[in-house]
């Protein structure tokens, strides 16, 4: 964390935080887009159950504080700053009830309980009734960008109604991580265009709420906040959140986005033919859209309408609408690196496993990773998959293990984009950001499974080099975020495909799109196992998150 050194900071500075699943990061931007300051907070979350995952939001606020703090006694001068942008973590549900409300903005605020994150499995019993309810699949498509999805935030406002009665009659509002932050900063509520794609309550064509869906579901309009573009000022930064953070009282602060729609703004990804594959603790790949067209009628036969979801980008400000996005996400990317590394080799350096699986050969001599450990979204919607190395045998060592751990997210990150090939124009690169992009050795086996060329960034900021951008246009009317957004990424020298390889990993990857199929009733079968387990023994567990996700 600070400034570079010898740098002259200009005004102004443009503040950008980023909620995130293992931390919060904030930085800051002058307006030739260099990052002349950053700071983290490690965060961590609590697993109660199997497939549950939920944190208190204040927990972020906490972590957001001392990012913020550690940033500004960096040296930056904080007079140049003019304003601050927000991205976070998707499709969290935070529930507030009146008395959290009328704190906002002059204390901390509690949540009526954890917020739901964006990785919980268990609204998997809401899917069914939220489908019908909205007339089937298609229609739940056609109406909101997307199916009913676990880990969507309409799902988890059905759970509390049907689990938690007395808490779901105190909710006055629902909103999502990022507005939590805002709320806190600046005593205003709001979402925007983006974030507000992924709760299934948002019609991606007006990019307002639906007032069929919210009448079909039954949910109160008055519960949800105001929606705008992610480049519009919502509010200023109170005495109390400035004596919190240090942030100049009166600072305008962005609503910004959804970190998948602030990733793509800063890796610069806002042009249709473009794509962007993010490898962090999940994995997403998105590819923009000029026009609102729901995944709605596959040329292909490998599923049903909905494979990846309809978003709104982050590319509007309160002047002029922004545009759309397709999204496939999948649970657990670098994060299955980060469970491989905890559990085979504790202590270990990422960068040390990762060229120790270089030289192991590709397609690990017979040996598959399922990054299925906390179900997955895309492009298998499943909330009872289960991971696991299949094909082990005593010839195999550490280097194949982390190897195919490296190979099977790829596997499954390629069968996101080739979903995006089929509903959209194919890109002929594709940027890869986020922590693993870190790696020359995975962006290398990413574009063998990809079959084009990767392009990672110089300068990884993702989210958070997005959420300045939307602080940038927000005051300043006569910018573009997309121009920004070109004109602040920085695309390092293309990754290309390894030749040699590509003939091994095909093979492999045609197991590894076979193994959901074979595997799902095992799968269900041990969920059901696990679930009698802790129902004879419910014994709480909190998974700590790492300070830096690979």
């Known amino acids: 964390m600070g400034v570079e050194q010898g740098m002259t900071l200009r005004t102004p500075i443009f503040v950008g935080i980023d909620l995130g699943t293992s931390g919060v990061k904030a930085i800051a931007v002058d307006r030739a887009g260099r990052v002349v300051g950053t700071a983290s907070h490690g965060l961590d979350f609590d697993r109660p159950r199997q497939g549950w995952a939920e944190t208190p939001p204040l927990r972020w606020w906490e972590a957001t504080r001392a990012a913020v703090r550690s940033l500004l006694t960096g040296g930056i001068d904080t007079s140049s700053i003019a304003a601050v942008g927000l991205s ?16 906002a903005g002059t204390g901390t605020i509690d949540a009526i309980r954890p917020a739901l994150m964006w990785n919980d499995q268990r609204t998997e019993a809401s899917l069914a009734p939220i489908e019908s309810a909205l007339g089937g699949r298609s229609a739940c498509v056609e109406r909101t960008g997307c199916p009913p999805l676990t880990g969507l935030t309409a799902p988890k406002l059905d759970w509390l109604r049907a689990h938690e009665p007395k808490h779901a009659e105190r909710v006055a509002a629902l909103c999502l991580p990022k507005d939590y932050l805002l709320l806190a900063l600046t005593g205003e509520l709001a979402t925007d265009v983006g974030d507000a794609s992924g709760t299934m309550l948002l019609d991606p064509r007006t990019r307002e709420w639906s007032p069929a869906v919210l009448d079909a579901l039954k949910i109160d309009r008055a ?51 473009s794509a962007l594959a993010i490898l962090g603790t999940s994995g997403v790949v998105l590819a923009p859209l000029d026009e609102p067209k729901t995944d709605h009628a596959p040329t292909s036969s490998l599923a049903t309408p909905g494979r990846i979801n309809l978003f709104c980008d982050a590319t509007g400000s309160a002047q002029q609408r922004g545009a759309w996005l397709y999204s496939g996400c999948m649970l657990s ?75 099977g997210v790829a596997f499954n990150l390629a069968a996101i984009l080739d979903i995006v090939r089929d509903a959209a124009i194919a890109p002929s690169t594709v940027r890869v950001t986020g922590g693993g992009s870190a790696s020359p050795e995975w962006c290398r086996i990413l574009a063998t499974a990809f079959g084009c060329p990767v392009v990672p960034l110089e300068v990884e900021e993702g989210p958070a080099l997005g959420a300045a951008i939307c602080a940038a246009v927000s005051i300043d009317a006569a910018l573009d975020a997309r121009a920004l957004a070109r004109g602040w990424s920085r695309p390092a020298q293309s990754i290309e495909p390894n030749r040699a390889n590509a003939g091994a990993m095909r093979d492999a990857r045609a197991v590894f799109d076979r193994l959901h199929a074979d595997l799902s009733p095992a799968h269900a079968a041990l969920n059901a196992l696990a679930s009698d387990n802790q129902l004879s023994s419910p014994s709480p567990k909190q998974i700590p998150a790492p300070d830096h996700t690979p």
Request: a negative charge; charged letters at 20%.
């Open 333 to 407: 990317a670098a994060g299955s690196l980060e469970w491989a590394r905890d559990t085979i080799a504790p202590g270990a350096a990422f960068d040390e496993l990762i060229r120790e699986a270089d030289s192991a050969p590709a397609g690990c001599e017979g040996l598959i990773f399922l990054p299925y450990l906390t179900g997955e979204r895309c492009p298998i919607p499943d909330p009872q998959a289960r991971g696991g190395w299949i094909g082990l045998t005593r010839s195999h060592t550490r280097a194949h293990l982390i190897r195919a751990v490296l190979e």
């Open 88 to 103: 976070g973590q998707m499709h969290g549900s935070v529930f507030l009830d009146r008395a959290a409300l009328d704190r």
């Open 223 to 273: 519960m949800l906040p105001a929606v705008h573009e992610s480049g519009t000022a919502i509010g200023r930064v109170t005495r109390w959140a400035a004596e919190q953070t240090g942030l100049p009282a009166g600072t305008p602060v962005a609503i910004g986005s959804g970190d998948n729609q602030a990733a793509a703004l800063g890796a610069g990804v806002t042009d249709p033919g």
